[in-house]
């Protein structure tokens, strides 16, 4: 079966600019997180969403950063008026509700601000 | 909150040896999980086995077995008869628990298996 898909797979844009990030999440999995791992570090937790709410958005650093997701399915990160710090790999991961049930992990998008 | 602290950066060793990557983890919970996840140069991150930690057995998944002593929070990863496709950057990584909860990685351990 298919796994978590991130598009675009890397993404170069200029400082200033608005960009949007998709996931798609393993289906039936209710659960998805997003992490930015910045270059040489370990990952960073941005969001949580179960179905289309999220109870935990506590890891977004500033209010550049928003995340949405519909039907229970795809999400978008966006980031508004990029800055080169938010250069990054960004990784989405979904699983099954319930304990103890593993993330799987997408391949990220590769975030480079120019 | 929760830290995961991995004290080596990198390591190698040579293809068919035995190495033990380090983690050591700070929490005030009492239930909990802890994972080793690897990401190969394609990014993906791959899980390589977990812990419960109300379980005192080890976990064990084929050449990979876990070291967990709840009372030190220390949690290594021994990877046996080594690889060259072992070669990676290797996460340790906590998760309370209480249903879906956020994973918090340490810094990685980049290893490199030598032929």
């Known amino acids: 079966g298919a796994g978590v898909s991130q598009s675009p797979s890397n993404k170069v844009t200029e400082k200033g600019k608005d960009v949007e990030l998709r996931c798609d999440p393993i289906?039936?999995?209710?659960?998805l997180y997003w992490y930015r791992q910045s270059l040489g570090q370990g990952l960073e937790f941005l969001i949580y969403f179960q179905g289309n709410s999220a109870p935990d958005k506590s890891g977004l650093p500033s209010d550049r950063f928003s995340a949405e997701r519909t039907g229970g399915s795809v999400s978008t990160l966006t980031i508004q008026r990029t800055q080169q710090e938010d250069s990054a790999v960004y990784l989405c991961a979904s699983s099954l509700p319930g304990f103890n049930q593993p993330q799987h992990f997408g391949d990220g998008t590769r975030l480079s601000i120019l | 909150a929760q830290t995961v602290t991995q004290s080596q950066p990198e390591m190698s060793v040579q293809e068919a040896e035995t190495v033990t990557l380090s983690c050591t983890y700070d929490?005030?919970?009492?239930?909990?999980?802890l994972f080793w996840y690897k990401q190969p140069p394609s990014r993906q991150m791959i899980l390589v086995i977990r812990q419960e930690a109300y379980k005192q057995q080890n976990a064990t998944e084929n050449r990979f077995s876990v070291n967990f002593q709840k009372a030190a929070k220390s949690f290594s990863l021994k990877i046996s008869d080594s690889q060259l496709g072992d070669t990676a950057m290797y996460f340790c990584a906590f998760m309370k628990q209480g249903g879906n909860e956020k994973l918090t990685f340490g810094t990685g351990t980049r290893l490199t298996i030598i032929p």
């Open positions: 929490t005030s919970e009492n239930n909990y999980y």
């Open positions: 289906s039936g999995h209710t659960a």
